[in-house]
Nanobody, 124 residues
Framework: QVQLVESGGGLVQAEGSLRLSCRAS????????MGWFRQVPGKERDFVAA????????YTADSVKGRFTISRDNTKNTVLLQMNSLKSEDTAVYYC?????????????????WGQGTQVTVSS
């Protein structure tokens, strides 16, 4: 049974930082491109960042470029999202996702597995 479990969300002031973590189990982690998405009520799930299977290539949405960094540790089946200079518009539920592929996708429908989400709230 595949499980993706996020952690690290919470309440932070604007310009602060948070680091989200997602630990995967039940899959061959190195065969999966990993992504982070976020969603606010009433809106679609938006792409935030993705990372290649080996970790050498990353993709970041323009809205968070220069502030968010995705990384992974294949020895620990973990993907991280370091979020700096947070803004109120970054408030959302953040989801970790996995797709068995050799390329990345920025659309949620392409991903095979999802975590339960972790709330990030940025106060201004």
């Amino acid at each position: 049974q595949v499980q993706l479990v996020e952690s690290g969300g919470g309440l932070v002031q604007a310009e602060g930082s948070l680091r989200l973590s997602c630990r995967a189990s039940g899959l061959s982690f190195v065969n999966y491109v990993m992504g982070w998405f976020r969603q606010v009520p009433g809106k679609e799930r938006d792409f935030v960042a993705a990372i290649s299977r080996g970790g050498g290539i990353t993709y970041t949405a323009d809205s968070v470029k220069g502030r968010f960094t995705i990384s992974r540790d294949n020895t620990k089946n973990t993907v991280l999202l370091q979020m700096n200079s947070l803004k109120s518009e970054d408030t959302a539920v953040y989801y970790c996702a996995a797709v068995r592929s050799d390329r990345y996708y920025s659309t949620a429908a392409e991903y095979d597995y999802w975590g339960q989400g972790t709330q990030v709230t940025v106060s201004s």
